[in-house]
């Protein structure tokens, strides 16, 4: 059902959610501060070739460690019934926001992910439909990054574990943030207002929990990045993946820590049927949360949690423990929309570009070397 656009925008004015947990704070930020496009300022061209040449890196080893294959998927531990997900937490049964957020944390230590029932109202979940389906069908969508350097190229290459299976997607930015927006940009963050609201409230949730994740599993962030508007559409296959599969921090030619502790995932479809299936969903594979799981082949043989995309669920999990996939989908009729926000360690992004602009001199050298 589509609200008529003022409705949409009197009703989302001042609705709350989720009910804030208050164990903690940590500043918002852009995803890479130095990142060509949305995730922060940068040039507008689109090439990946610098003035001197296309730079030439090793293959890390890591992507290697997560080249997905067609082994099979381990026993499923949960999946949804007809009714939809089962919730770990509900937070309408949860008058304490401190308390839920102990319960989430003990949730995220125990099996690495917490899948939660939000309680966002149903009139701000049907304006946020009804706004990104506007946006997709306004061709406001586009690739999640720009290159165009040589820089750009590496950090692309850093953020690309987590936005493997991204083709277009819109960045959600606050008044704050917009600097360095495009013109495409500028005018699709028009008619956002519900959009916006779960963004922002999504982000002060996940500060919420900074201090217990801290205290109890020794998970440090400290900034949050900008929401991510996903579509999921058409005959398409989704490849498993961690969002920060980096190396060992000496290890030569794996990626660096690009700093991304806690993945938020918020779904708001509420056009779903379970006679259609979970796709555009999430599968999430229970490996020990206390490592990252060894490879791809490895985590498919652990137990897999499924969530279907329904509106009001949010998932939370580790960024660089817990292996997922976007669940297959089929046609080009159903769309499944996502909002994502990472946790961030500043400290972790710091010392990522010291390692990037490093992995640069040793390509730059190996091209001097080779073409002495």
């Known amino acids: 059902r589509r609200p008529p656009r003022q409705q949409q925008q009197s009703q989302t004015k001042h609705q709350p959610w989720p ?13 890479g501060a130095r990142c060509g496009g949305p995730l922060g300022s940068g040039g507008s061209g689109s090439s990946a070739m610098g003035k001197e040449g296309k730079i030439r890196t090793k293959a890390s080893t890591e992507a290697m460690r997560w080249a997905d294959d067609d082994e099979g998927d381990g026993p499923l531990f949960r999946e949804p019934s007809s009714m939809g997900n089962e919730f770990d937490i509900r937070m309408k049964n949860e008058p304490d926001g401190v308390l839920a957020a102990k319960k989430i ?20 979940i049907e304006a946020a439909y009804f706004e990104a389906s506007e946006l997709w069908e306004d061709g406001a969508f586009a690739p999640p990054l720009r ?36 013109a495409q940009e500028s005018s699709s963050s028009k008619g956002m207002n519900a959009l916006k609201l779960l963004a922002k409230n999504m982000s002060d949730f996940a500060a919420g929990l900074g201090e217990l994740l801290q205290k109890e599993q020794g998970i440090e962030f400290d900034r949050i990045g900008h929401a991510m508007l ?4 058409g005959d398409r296959q989704y490849c498993l993946h961690l969002d920060n599969a980096h190396g060992e921090e000496d290890s030569p030619g794996s990626l660096p820590d690009n700093g991304m502790r806690l993945t938020c995932t918020y779904y708001f479809n509420p056009h779903w049927d379970p006679d259609d299936g979970n796709q555009g969903g999430l599968d999430l ?88």
């Open 230 to 233: 996903s579509c999921y559409t």
């Open 147 to 182: 290159v165009h350097d040589d820089r750009s190229m590496l950090e692309a290459q850093l953020w690309g574990q987590a936005l493997k299976d991204e083709e277009k997607v819109v960045w959600i930015r606050d008044a704050t943030t917009a600097t360095g927006a495009t």
């Open 285 to 372: 594979f229970l490996t020990d949360p206390k490592e990252s799981p060894a490879s791809a082949s490895s985590a498919k043989k652990s137990p897999k949690l499924r969530v279907a995309p329904h509106a009001d669920t949010l998932v939370m999990f580790l960024s660089d423990r817990m292996a997922h996939r976007v669940i297959p989908t089929r046609g080009k009729d159903s769309k499944w929309f996502a909002l994502t926000v990472w946790a961030l360690s500043g400290t972790a992004m710091n010392q990522m570009t010291r390692k990037m602009m490093a992995m640069r001199q040793q390509a730059s050298k190996a091209d001097s070397d080779s073409d002495d």
């Open 19 to 31: 009910p804030r947990a208050r164990c903690g704070s940590a500043r918002r930020s852009a995803l």
């Open 105 to 124: 944390v003990d949730h995220i230590g125990k099996r690495g992910v917490c899948v939660c029932e939000a309680n966002a109202p149903e009139q701000l």
